[in-house]
């Protein structure tokens, strides 16, 4: 978290488009898109002027340690929303039709949960890091007006 932290605190864009980059990149990672969530958030990322490292950066929400954990979660979610009972479907694995309807019952509901919260934790994370990195920026500003008062002074 620290490094990806850091990361942020290096880029030259606005915290603004920093903040909507790594909301896009949030939203995207609460998705059951695995495998395309940084490609698909660095695209959206272009086509709508937002930091593309942010973006890249906030689909690590899911890691190899919390895309299960994650998943599972869209899907209970998915599954309240929808207003279905949460069960692991029958598969018959000898019908690609069971496969596909069994495959339909578990990611219509880990999207739908992905979106709701996608958005919650896109909107959290835009408005807690957007408030971090302009604190940040604000200290370097000091700091900077600090070095060349002492250098005016002193010179």
């Not at 994650?70 to 899907?75: A, F, G, K, P, S």
Request: proline residues 4%; positive net charge; hydrophobic residues 45%.
């Amino acid at each position: 978290m620290k490094y990806y932290l850091n990361k942020l605190l290096e880029m030259k864009e606005s915290p603004d488009e920093m903040a909507k980059g790594l909301a896009l990149g949030v939203f995207i990672g609460f998705l059951p898109i695995n495998g395309f969530q940084v490609l698909i958030a660095v695209t959206i990322a272009a086509l709508t002027r937002v930091s593309k490292m942010a973006a890249a950066i906030g689909t690590h929400v899911t890691n190899p340690w919390t895309t299960i954990p994650v998943l599972i979660i869209d899907y209970y979610v998915g599954c309240f929303l929808l207003g279905r009972k949460a069960c692991t479907p029958h598969v018959d694995f000898t019908s690609l039709s069971s496969l596909i309807s069994a495959g339909k019952e578990i990611i219509l509901p880990m999207f739908v949960g992905g979106i709701f919260l996608g958005t919650i934790f896109s909107v959290l994370s835009y408005f807690g890091i957007k408030k971090l990195l302009e604190k940040e920026a604000t200290v370097v500003k000091n700091y900077v007006k600090s070095i060349r008062k002492h250098k005016k002074i002193s010179g």
